[in-house]
């Protein structure tokens, strides 16, 4: 297969209105639900296609787990607030709390189900 000069390749890919631009980057990071995709020492291009943008990136690849979330503290009072509004236990309006990730009122829709 026959190598193309690089000029000529930039003068073919303008005549067929893809606009290639260079992208001085250090880092790509693509956020997943369940992990983060880091590439390291990329070389980014920007090509703009029939009003369209897409960027190809060319690095060394890791790939990093996300941790699970914490369960964040919720304050008794709150707890205590979402018992007694719901006639709940304070058990299961902590659960609800948790679920509705502090917010008070939606707990309280939630164990009034």
Avoid: H, W, Y
Avoid at 2 to 28: C, D
């Amino acid at each position: 297969m026959r190598r193309l000069n690089p000029r000529q390749m930039k003068k073919a890919m303008q005549q067929m209105g893809i606009k290639p631009v260079e992208i001085n980057a250090s880092e790509v990071i693509i956020k997943c639900a369940d992990k983060d995709i880091i590439i390291s020492n990329p070389q980014v291009t920007q090509l703009e296609i029939a009003k369209q943008t897409i960027f190809q990136i060319i690095g060394s690849i890791q790939e990093r787990k996300l941790q699970e979330k914490e369960e964040k503290e919720i304050p008794l009072a709150d707890i205590q607030l979402v018992a007694q509004q719901a006639g709940v236990t304070e058990e299961e309006a902590k659960r609800a709390l948790i679920e509705a990730n502090g917010n008070l009122a939606k707990a309280i829709l939630l164990v009034k189900k």
